[in-house]
């Protein structure tokens, strides 16, 4: 049973928990932790566990993914348990957003991959279970991260739509579209055809 009633101050509060919660860089922690340099200036320059890759590290890159996927996830459990099912999507999408503008990081983030995978197993692991297998799908297929992410998130809201999570259709679009709004650099770079692939060996960020 929730433990406050008041539906706004459930809402105000899990919003503000889960932003705080999804500032927290895994990547940033794994790297200062195991000595990897500044992932501002390698590869892509971003903060997600693709990027910790290029540095040739897979045990902090695993640790990233697991780092920033589980506080996306931790979020929405808490919310549910606290307050409501409306204030887990809301936590969810909080700590989502956190992770892209950190408040920690002056609000320059990562692009969201892992925490979106998190809400998403959180909110519902029948999507999660699909968004994942998109993702591993095209991953194969392109050995690009960044298109096997947005294709995933492109779908995912209309697999809510036609299998009974349609209370979940909305949260699922917004959070696409931020998505792709993170990974426009991507998508030039996709269109150019220099977007680096899974693996990559590190590259000097100039």
């Known amino acids: 049973m929730p433990m406050i009633e008041n539906l706004s101050v459930a809402l105000g509060l899990a919003a503000v928990f889960g932003y705080l919660l999804g500032s927290v860089s895994g ?10 340099g500044n992932l501002r200036e390698i590869g892509s320059g971003n903060i997600g566990a693709t990027n910790v890759l290029r540095t040739g590290n897979k045990k902090a890159a695993a640790l990233t ?8 996830a931790i979020a929405v459990l808490l919310a549910r348990v606290l ?14 957003f956190g992770h892209c ?35 591993l799908l095209i991953a194969i297929l392109t050995r690009y991260s960044s298109l096997a992410a947005l294709v995933a998130a492109g779908w995912v809201p209309v697999v809510m739509s036609f299998t009974g999570y349609g209370d979940l259709f909305l949260l699922g679009i917004v959070m696409a579209l931020l998505l792709y709004v993170r990974h426009w650099g991507n998508v030039r770079r996709l269109r150019a055809g220099t977007e680096p692939k899974i693996g990559a060996k590190p590259v000097a960020k100039s």
């Open 27 to 36: 990547g940033m922690i794994m790297a200062r932790m195991m000595n990897l």
């Open 65 to 72: 993914l697991v780092f920033d996927a589980a506080k996306g």
């Open 83 to 96: 307050f409501s099912e409306e204030a887990a999507q809301i936590a969810g999408l909080a700590a989502f």
């Open 101 to 135: 503008f950190p408040v920690w990081l002056g609000f320059k983030g990562g692009k969201g991959v892992a925490t979106y995978f998190g809400v998403i197993w959180a909110l519902a692991w029948p999507m999660g279970a699909a968004a994942s297998l998109i993702w």
